[in-house]
């Protein structure tokens, strides 16, 4: 395996392991365009680091209004 190839999995396996050691979990979405441009706009306008962040974000609001449903 060429070199620039087995750094980049290494620093991608160390990346996970960061990742699950903080208590979180990757997970792929195959989700519409529109549904993605709507999470790309709540990043901005939130000033979000990430898609994550922002999807996270739209899940606690979610949550907080099932809460108030109950």
């Given amino acids: ?15 996970r392991r960061r990742v699950r050691e903080a208590g979180g979990r990757e997970v792929l979405f195959q989700l519409p365009d529109e549904t993605l441009a709507m999470i790309d706009e709540l990043k901005e306008r939130q000033g979000l680091r990430s898609r994550s962040l922002a999807l996270l974000q739209l899940i606690e609001q979610g949550r907080a209004h099932a809460h108030q449903m109950t």
């Fill in 1 to 15: 395996m060429p070199k620039a190839a087995t750094s980049s999995n290494n620093r991608n396996a160390r990346h």
